[in-house]
């Protein structure tokens, strides 16, 4: 891979640090501003919770139940940001934050070396401006923490694939492929090694298997050694000491909506996906001979992209955030292809059309904002519809001023300014992500934490009716375990929950199906603290001694 030319390499911790620093603003500001979701955030907090409350990181619980449905590494994250900054939004969020400011600087890094510094600026500001990416950024699942151990170990292989000159950088990156790969390993089980090895096995067979293998000298085999035992060492003990599954159960059980997997990578992508086209034209034009040999490294990057999408889009799993893995390769693509044009005269032609679908569809999103708040609000979508009302129609003005520039700067030739002005725009409404979903997301019961610690005073007992998984939270916010109860019996114990509420003073969360349907006809006697979207918070009245 090319070296950083002398002339920039004074700039390159600088980038870095630029690069986080507004990548922090970005993603972190807003963490605060956005409910933790139930139940997938709320799951898995409050496993990383049950963690640091027993100080047992070998054996993850959820709910005090034996949980190895994910691989570890990002619980444990989770787990250390709880023990260090206690429980929040923000904390909770935190590892995910930095995983994802983690992918944008290696992706800087990458596109960097490969194509020089200004495509790694641009193919950075496309990746942290992705929808898609961004979303993930802000939601905590081990997701982002897979894309981007995957992505730091295809990116090392790479660099040691195309790295002549120096046999020490070489092998480092021979090493770090195996230790990036256990961490993907650790991060989200089986699919941590299955895709970046695919990515490799696929590209060599494209561009020449035994050449790769003669090139390989006697310090590249014994630095893949070393990385195996590093490999090996980070990642099997877990798995040994808790006979864990490889196979995480989010890719052999969980299932969305197929047309969601579909439709989300492009929309995901907007609106960088119209120069993506473009990018892989541009790469193959010439034929394969040069393509495979002289810009091998887009070659490596369009695999990378076509196999993971195709390798989820044909299994039986497709979870949406399945996808976010190709993010950091297509960023690159057209963070380069963006970056050759830029030197180029403001007023050439070069990429015309693409800046004038950017500009067409920002004019779509101008229009399509306030029709998307009236329908989610007809269909009683909002939990706050007043402010969700004022936050939309600021969505709707970032737009439309951000569109208004790109086409101004479009008409007077000035395709850098258009560039920077698609960028900013991003940012200002990618802002809104968490204020706005908070708004849509299912109800959380935080507020009714708040209640439960104001009027409780015996620890009395918290009942979840027929809610477990919409009222996930709960537990992380009372730094306790609920009682769940399933068909008017208490689990745990097998107790009815009408013997309970006669005989002791209880809270009880329960789910707008148990309100409408189950308690008219219960004969219980309840009193209703506060209510959100489809959960109900109710107390009984406070029972004396003799009354038991």
């Given at each position: 891979?090319?070296?950083?030319?002398?002339?920039?390499?004074?700039?390159?911790?600088?980038?870095?640090?630029?690069?986080?620093?507004?990548?922090?603003?970005?993603?972190?500001?807003?963490?605060?501003?956005?409910?933790?979701?139930?139940?997938?955030?709320?799951?898995?907090?409050?496993?990383?919770?049950?963690?640091?409350?027993?100080?047992?990181?070998?054996?993850?619980?959820?709910?005090?139940?034996?949980?190895?449905?994910?691989?570890?590494?990002?619980?444990?994250?989770?787990?250390?940001?709880?023990?260090?900054?206690?429980?929040?939004?923000?904390?909770?969020?935190?590892?995910?934050?930095?995983?994802?400011?983690?992918?944008?600087?290696?992706?800087?890094?990458?596109?960097?070396?490969?194509?020089?510094?200004?495509?790694?600026?641009?193919?950075?500001?496309?990746?942290?401006?992705?929808?898609?990416?961004?979303?993930?950024?802000?939601?905590?699942?081990?997701?982002?923490?897979?894309?981007?151990?995957?992505?730091?170990?295809?990116?090392?292989?790479?660099?040691?694939?195309?790295?002549?000159?120096?046999?020490?950088?070489?092998?480092?990156?021979?090493?770090?492929?195996?230790?990036?790969?256990?961490?993907?390993?650790?991060?989200?089980?089986?699919e941590g090694i299955i895709l970046p090895l695919s990515v490799i096995l696929l590209f060599l067979c494209f561009t020449g298997p035994i050449s790769f293998l003669k090139s390989l000298s006697k310090s590249d085999l014994f630095a893949c050694i070393l990385g195996f035992l590093a490999f090996c060492a980070l990642a099997l003990p877990w798995y040994i000491l808790t006979n864990a599954p490889f196979l995480s159960e989010s890719i052999s059980n969980k299932q969305s909506e197929p047309w969601l997997f579909f439709a989300l990578m492009p929309l995901g992508f907007l609106p960088w996906l119209v120069f993506l086209p473009r990018a892989i034209w541009n790469a193959a034009k010439e034929g394969w001979k040069k393509f495979k040999?002289?810009?091998?490294?887009?070659?490596?990057?369009?695999?990378?992209?076509?196999?993971?999408?195709?390798?989820?889009?044909?299994?039986?799993?497709?979870?949406?955030?399945?996808?976010?893995?190709?993010?950091?390769?297509?960023?690159?693509?057209?963070?380069?292809?963006?970056?050759?044009?830029?030197?180029?005269?403001?007023?050439?032609?070069?990429?015309?059309?693409?800046?004038?679908?950017?500009?067409?569809?920002?004019?779509?999103?101008?229009?399509?904002?306030?029709?998307?708040?009236?329908?989610?609000?007809?269909?009683?979508?909002?939990?706050?519809?007043?402010?969700?009302?004022?936050?939309?129609?600021?969505?709707?003005?970032?737009?439309?001023?951000?569109?208004?520039?790109?086409?101004?700067?479009?008409?007077?030739?000035?395709?850098?300014?258009?560039?920077?002005?698609?960028?900013?725009?991003?940012?200002?409404?990618?802002?809104?992500?968490?204020?706005?979903?908070?708004?849509?997301?299912?109800?959380?019961?935080?507020?009714?934490?708040?209640?439960?610690?104001?009027?409780?005073?015996?620890?009395?007992?918290?009942?979840?009716?027929?809610?477990?998984?919409?009222?996930?939270?709960?537990?992380?916010?009372?730094?306790?375990?609920?009682?769940?109860?399933?068909?008017?019996?208490?689990?745990?114990?097998?107790?009815?929950?009408?013997?309970?509420?006669?005989?002791?003073?209880?809270?009880?969360?329960?789910?707008?199906?148990?309100?409408?349907?189950?308690?008219?006809?219960?004969?219980?006697?309840?009193?209703?603290?506060?209510?959100?979207?489809?959960?109900?918070?109710?107390?009984?009245?406070?029972?004396?001694?003799?009354?038991?």
């Open positions: 891979m090319s070296q950083i030319p002398p002339s920039h390499r004074p700039f390159y911790i600088s980038d870095l640090l630029t690069i986080f620093l507004l990548c922090l603003l970005i993603y972190l500001t807003p963490s605060f501003m956005r409910p933790i979701a139930n139940p997938d955030e709320a799951r898995y907090a409050e496993v990383a919770r049950e963690m640091q409350v027993n100080e047992d990181y070998l054996n993850p619980k959820l709910n005090d139940v034996s949980y190895f449905d994910e691989a570890p590494l990002f619980l444990w994250a989770q787990a250390s940001s709880i023990d260090t900054f206690g429980i929040s939004r923000t904390s909770l969020r935190f590892p995910n934050v930095m995983f994802a400011i983690f992918g944008i600087l290696i992706t800087y890094h990458a596109a960097r070396r490969v194509y020089g510094r200004r495509a790694g600026l641009i193919s950075s500001a496309v990746l942290a401006t992705s929808a898609f990416f961004y979303a993930f950024g802000n939601i905590a699942t081990p997701d982002m923490a897979l894309t981007v151990f995957t992505s730091a170990a295809l990116f090392s292989f790479l660099a040691a694939y195309k790295e002549k000159e120096s046999f020490v950088r070489r092998g480092l990156s021979f090493i770090l492929f195996f230790i990036f790969s256990a961490l993907a390993l650790m991060s989200n089980g089986l040999t002289e810009n091998a490294e887009s070659l490596f990057f369009i695999i990378w992209t076509i196999f993971v999408f195709s390798f989820f889009a044909f299994s039986k799993s497709k979870l949406v955030a399945y996808i976010l893995p190709i993010y950091p390769a297509i960023a690159i693509l057209v963070g380069s292809l963006i970056a050759k044009s830029w030197k180029m005269a403001d007023n050439a032609k070069e990429l015309y059309a693409e800046r004038s679908i950017i500009s067409f569809l920002g004019l779509i999103a101008t229009a399509s904002v306030m029709p998307i708040y009236f329908t989610l609000r007809v269909n009683s979508s909002f939990l706050y519809p007043e402010s969700g009302l004022w936050l939309f129609a600021l969505l709707a003005v970032i737009f439309l001023l951000g569109t208004g520039l790109i086409r101004i700067f479009l008409a007077k030739g000035f395709f850098k300014y258009s560039i920077v002005s698609t960028v900013l725009t991003m940012c200002f409404a990618l802002f809104l992500f968490c204020p706005i979903a908070k708004h849509i997301q299912r109800a959380s019961t935080e507020g009714f934490a708040k209640i439960i610690k104001t009027q409780r005073q015996n620890s009395e007992r918290i009942i979840l009716v027929n809610c477990t998984d919409e009222a996930q939270d709960l537990n992380l916010w009372m730094n306790e375990i609920a009682s769940v109860c399933e068909n008017n019996t208490i689990v745990s114990t097998n107790e009815k929950l009408s013997k309970v509420v006669k005989n002791e003073k209880v809270f009880i969360v329960a789910s707008q199906y148990w309100v409408n349907n189950i308690y008219p006809q219960s004969g219980l006697e309840l009193t209703e603290l506060s209510s959100l979207g489809k959960l109900h918070l109710f107390t009984n009245k406070e029972k004396s001694d003799g009354g038991k």
